[in-house]
């Protein structure tokens, strides 16, 4: 299987921690890339292109861990419990995973056991090691501009479920940078995709968000540099906020 999750170190006494679910379009070679010619291995349906670079710039200016995913989703979606039907999907978009059809049981908790719980353990862990001084985990996606045929208009979505005081803060004071910024979307938690910060944000007391960025605004280095440049700032801002709100 190889590595399946990568960790850029930060100072235990680091208030934010960032996570990349979806970093990495890695296929271990035991797999055969379930199938999938090229260009549906470079696409959106197999990783969120352009977010580990975004998220790393982040991590660089908060002084924050980055835990990163380094298999495809579609090997398992760490951002999925084991029991969702899409952990391990036969189809994505439009397209057939075939490497995932008609798995049994079996094989499909092999893969929960070889990446989820080992993703898992290794965030837990990060959070355990700053126990007191940790304050936020921010996850970090991308999304494909044109969904199942739709052009998506959002460009920056701020995402949350049951805890919405970091993206209240975001969405309050959001950046003068003329994108066009939407709550809960392109997806909102009906759609599952909170699973991390319902595992490891809400128990643990942290404030939390999800951010969304369409991809094709992070298309090169430089764009992705730029953008984390803009929402590390953004988030940092929000956060120092909501602490406020939270001492008061």
């Known amino acids: ?27 271990p070679a035991a797999m055969d ?3 999938l010619p090229p260009n549906l291995r470079d696409s959106h349906i197999a990783w969120d ?22 298999v495809s989703r579609l090997v398992y979606d760490c951002n999925r419990p084991p029991e969702a039907p899409d952990a391990v999907p036969e189809r994505s978009e439009v397209f057939d995973i075939p490497g995932n059809t008609g798995l049994s049981a079996e094989a499909r908790a092999a893969r929960a056991e070889h990446v989820y719980h080992p993703f898992r353990a290794r965030l837990a862990s ?3 090691q700053r126990r007191g001084a940790l304050k936020a985990l921010v996850t970090m996606h991308s999304f494909t501009p044109v969904y ?27 950046p003068d940078c003329g994108y066009d910024i939407r709550r809960n979307a392109p997806y909102d938690a009906s759609d599952g995709v909170l699973h991390t910060l319902d595992v490891h944000a809400i128990p643990n007391g942290l404030l939390n968000v999800m951010i969304e960025v369409r ?7 430089a764009d992705q540099r730029a953008m984390g440049a803009l929402l590390a700032g953004w988030v940092d801002r929000a956060l120092r906020q909501s602490l406020r709100g939270v001492a008061a």
């Open 148 to 174: 199942r045929g739709v052009p998506r208009a959002v460009q920056i979505g701020i995402l949350h479920g049951t805890d919405s005081r970091l993206a209240d803060a975001m969405l309050a004071a959001p």
């Open 1 to 27: 299987m190889g590595e399946v999750v990568a960790v850029q170190a930060a100072p235990a006494e680091a208030t934010l921690a960032l996570v990349c679910e979806h970093a990495s379009n890695r296929f």
């Open 49 to 70: 292109p352009g977010a580990l670079a975004v998220a790393q710039a982040m991590a660089a200016q908060l002084n924050a861990p980055l835990v990163a995913g380094c």
């Open 33 to 35: 890339f379930l199938g």
């Open 126 to 128: 990060e959070i355990a």
């Open 215 to 221: 991809n094709d605004l992070i298309a090169t280095a």
